[in-house]
């Protein structure tokens, strides 16, 4: 399992792992994971939620992903797992976890450009006469879903029931009971967002994830955990990777890094030049515990006296 804060580089490190011939990466698998939750009002999850028939189910998901796909391990990418980690270890108790993190500030200003240019998309789409934009967007959609059975699976889900077909409502629309939201949907999302700005719920958003891994990582088994920082990956991507492969007990073939696409090693610290005083005087309260916590900072100094 991949677990990180949404735009933290785990799509990257999803990928560079699919690189590998015995392993296989699916990109947010909502579907399977959300099956028995469509409805639910927020996306964290207790080791209460997994019931028997939940277990089976996405065990049984996974386990027919892998038969179908023919690789040996799965990897599973989700940012929204940061906030639901007894749930996943209650259903896969035999799991490894890669964390991954990244600067909050950095992430944030990714995640709130996420909102704006898919929002705006979104608006745009979901106008009657786009159709053709609309299905080339369920197009690449659906090339995410690498067998047929997960683009099956994942139609259905958000179909949903035949009795919603009617309202002609978006499964984001459902979720978030509004014309769009994007991201993780904390516990009491609801009473934060009309109160707030998007930056500040942005942020939330992230320090959410970030305390859900801090608070849980610490029940999964030794040995099971592997931790690295996306700025890490970036600039010494091949000792890191090492590192991670001989972790999940599986060694690198010999064409491996010349596979490997490029990798931008200077996409950090891009949240100084991009967002104000004012701006840091908002996040920092929200957000500077957990980058000291990460190493990021020493002090709350870094908005204090700005």
Not at 37 to 61: C, L, T, V
Not at 189 to 199: A, E, G
């Amino acid at each position: 399992m991949i677990i990180g804060p949404p735009r933290s580089g785990t799509t990257l490190l999803g990928n560079l792992l699919d690189l590998h011939p015995k392993i296989s990466t699916i990109i947010e698998p909502y579907y399977i994971w959300d099956h028995h939750f469509r409805n639910s009002p927020h996306d964290q999850m207790s080791e209460q939620d997994a019931s028997d028939p939940i277990r089976k189910q996405i065990r049984g998901s996974f386990g027919r992903y892998l038969t179908d796909i023919g690789a040996d391990m799965v990897v599973d990418k989700s940012p929204r797992n940061s906030i639901k980690i007894p749930f996943i270890k209650a259903v896969f108790p035999e799991a490894y976890f890669v964390i991954i993190m990244r600067d909050a500030r950095d992430t944030i200003l990714s995640i709130q450009r996420q909102w704006q240019s898919v929002g705006a998309a979104f608006s745009k789409y979901r106008h009657k006469k786009l159709l053709k934009e609309r299905f080339i967007i369920s197009r690449r959609w659906l090339a995410q879903r690498p067998t047929w059975r997960l683009r099956l699976q994942s139609i259905l889900f958000e179909l949903g029931p035949l009795q919603n077909w009617p309202k002609k409502n978006f499964l984001n629309q459902i979720r978030w009971q509004r014309p769009f939201g994007w991201g993780p949907r904390f516990e009491g999302w609801q009473d934060v967002i009309d109160r707030v700005s998007l930056l500040e719920f942005n942020a939330y958003q992230w320090a959410h994830c970030a305390r859900g891994i801090m608070d849980h990582t610490t029940l999964l088994p030794k040995g099971r955990v592997f931790t690295l920082k996306y700025e890490d990956l970036i600039a010494e991507p091949e000792p890191w990777l090492r590192r991670l492969f001989s972790f999940l007990g599986t060694d690198l073939p010999g064409s491996y890094y010349a596979t490997m696409p490029p990798i931008w090693s200077q996409n950090s610290q891009k949240w100084p030049h991009a967002f104000s005083s004012e701006e840091l005087k908002t996040i920092g309260p929200i957000v500077s515990k957990e980058l000291i916590t990460w190493g990021y900072e020493k002090d709350e100094s870094w908005y204090q006296k700005i």
